[in-house]
């Protein structure tokens, strides 16, 4: 592992969710949020002026249901924004599979107890964590399917999860797009993630002088992440003191 960098000033923070800020759960409604983790980022958006986003493959509910707190949150890995805490959706026109897709997964899933797909507005995941086998089976079938329409879906590959989305958005476009306004523009963006989904965010945060940090290469697990940001918000607060 790396030394841990120093907080940066005039950061803007773009955090993913599963597997950074909360640990990995054997289903997505099995993940634990602290207790004490909404109340931090709230603190540490208020610090930054509200340079704080949550940027997930969740769909924004979700968000809101773990995490219901006044932060800028993006869902859907970018089809969902919402760049102020109390201000409207921002959703750009994307397309959603054939519904034929999804029923030739379902019958897939038949096969493979454990597996399931989660349904998203433009698109879905099957996951696999519970029944392993279903993986590579369920690419085969997913990457022929998205080979019907491959400049409209991607097939993103997650964690003991395949995703299909709609191209033309992802993290990235969801950088440059908080990037592009207040309270972000002027600051220094840092994405951390732990995924292949978060590439795209790290990219974007390096390309314009910042930081795209891989939790696993930087923080090892969530709790050293989340003990960061703490140190970050105590940080801040000594300097707002002085
Ligand atoms: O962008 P993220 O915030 O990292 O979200 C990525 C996906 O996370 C969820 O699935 C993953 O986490 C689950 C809970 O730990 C785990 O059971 C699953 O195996 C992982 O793939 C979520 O369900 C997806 O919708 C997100 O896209």
Redesign the pocket.
């Given at each position: 592992m790396q030394d841990l960098p120093n907080p940066p000033e005039r950061a803007a923070l773009f955090l993913?969710?599963?597997?950074?800020l909360v640990e990995?759960?054997?289903?997505?409604d099995?993940?634990i949020v602290p207790p004490d983790l909404p109340e931090l980022l709230e603190r540490l958006s208020g610090r930054l002026d509200g340079a704080l986003a949550v940027i997930?493959?969740?769909p924004l509910a979700e968000l809101d249901h773990f995490l219901p707190v006044a932060i800028a949150k993006v869902g859907s890995?970018g089809a969902v924004l919402r760049p102020q805490p109390q201000g409207p959706l921002e959703e750009p026109a994307l397309p959603s599979p054939p519904a034929a897709w999804r029923v030739r997964l379902a019958t897939l899933v038949e096969s493979f107890p454990g597996a399931f797909i989660?349904d998203?507005a433009h698109g879905f995941?099957l996951?696999y964590?519970q029944s392993p086998e279903a993986g590579p089976v369920a690419r085969t079938l997913l990457e022929s399917l998205v080979a019907e329409a491959p400049d409209a879906f991607a097939l993103l590959p997650?964690?003991?999860?395949w995703?299909v989305t709609p191209r033309g958005v992802s993290k990235g476009t969801a950088v440059t797009s908080l990037m592009a306004r207040r309270p972000f523009a002027g600051r220094l963006p840092v994405f951390v993630?732990?995924?292949v989904?978060?590439e795209a965010g790290m990219a974007v945060a390096r390309a314009a002088g910042g930081m795209g940090l891989r939790l696993q290469d930087v923080f090892g697990t969530p709790p050293v992440f989340r003990d960061w940001l703490a140190e970050m918000d105590r940080h801040y607060a000594r300097g707002a003191a002085a």
């Open positions: 993913d969710f599963d597997g950074t990995i759960a054997e289903r997505p099995a993940i997930s493959g969740r890995h989660e998203k995941v996951h964590r997650a964690r003991m999860a995703e993630g732990d995924d989904t978060d």
